[in-house]
């Protein structure tokens, strides 16, 4: 009789996985659809410390962490933090 391990690892990778497919849907479902509440501009890249200013370009995910452009698409607009979608920040007169 053979134990088999295996089966202990697969289901564990796969427990794994399915928990950061959820948390990656729960990040997507979470992203502001318009306008109900105001972004917090926040004033620097939270990757290389760049300032950014409201008025200038920028990206962030759902969760509003903050990027440069630089570090946005050195990171393939994929944020680290929460694997969200880096998308352009709205722009604050
Ligand atoms: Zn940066
Ligand atoms: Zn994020």
């Not at 306008?35 to 620097?44: G, Y």
């Not at 962490?65 to 007169?93: I, S, Y």
């Amino acid at each position: 009789m053979t134990l088999r391990p295996l089966h202990r690892i697969n289901g564990a990778t796969l427990a794994v996985l399915l928990a950061g497919i959820i948390t990656f849907v729960a990040c997507a479902a979470d992203a502001p659809e318009g306008d109900a509440l105001a972004l917090e501009m926040r004033p620097v890249c939270e990757k290389c410390e760049a300032s950014l200013t409201v008025d200038g370009d920028a990206t962030i995910c759902s969760y509003e962490c903050t990027f440069c452009p630089t570090c946005a698409t050195a990171m393939e607009h994929v944020c680290p933090n929460c694997g969200g979608d880096l998308v352009p920040r709205p722009k604050r007169q």
